[in-house]
């Protein structure tokens, strides 16, 4: 057992002996050194769930609805936001019938806080047209951590003596791009 123990101890004696020159070298003669530090964080949006907007009896004029989105985004962004039909498309007559309209324009808007570094709230409105096509909406460079706010106005109804009778909808869709 002894000599073992002291086997061991004369290796780790001769490790450090060829090993301690070498360092006290290049430690009295460096007057400066790099160190390479590295890392990243992933890219990442997240947007809550948005629930349906009931509008109920469309015959009212001016209705309108706002609803809050929580939304954030650690790096600048696009959000691209489209409207299936481009309009409150009547489900089985979209083209209405007779002098009843089978279609009701909506105009849609978007408050939207962004960060870069200073607060700044950004604003866009598009028409259901619009949002036909796609409305885009830039970060311009900025971050979101606040989420944002979604507003639905309705217009005035497509047909001369109104809304054909039934039920009425449309599909938004949001996509988030990384710029």
């Known amino acids: 057992m002894r000599f073992l123990f ?9 490790a450090l002996t060829l090993v301690t020159p070498a360092l006290a070298n290049e430690i009295e003669s460096a007057r400066s050194f790099d160190i390479a530090v590295s890392g990243s964080i992933s ?3 997240a947007m809550g769930s948005i629930a349906d ?9 001016g209705i ?3 609803t809050p989105v929580a939304f954030s985004c650690n790096m600048p962004f696009t959000m691209t936001i ?5 309009a409150l498309t009547h489900t089985t007559m979209p083209n209405g019938q007779g002098p009843f309209g089978g ?4 105009s849609l808007s978007i408050e939207l806080p962004v960060r870069h570094p200073a607060r ?3 604003t866009k409105s598009f028409s259901s047209r619009q949002l036909q096509a796609g409305g885009v909406i830039s970060s311009n460079g900025g971050i979101a951590t606040d989420g944002m706010i979604l507003g639905v106005e309705l217009g005035l109804p497509s047909g ?3 809304l054909l009778a039934g039920e009425y909808s449309e599909v938004i869709t949001i996509t988030v791009s990384p710029i």
Do not use: H, I
């Open 82 to 86: 489209n409207g299936e039909r481009g």
């Open 120 to 122: 700044q709230v950004l």
């Open 53 to 61: 907007m009931d509008f109920g009896n469309l015959e009212r004029r």
């Open 6 to 14: 002291t086997a061991k101890a004369g290796v780790a004696l001769a």
């Open 103 to 106: 279609q009701l324009p909506y």
């Open 64 to 66: 309108s609805r706002q």
């Open 43 to 45: 890219q990442y949006c």
């Open 160 to 162: 001369e003596a109104g």
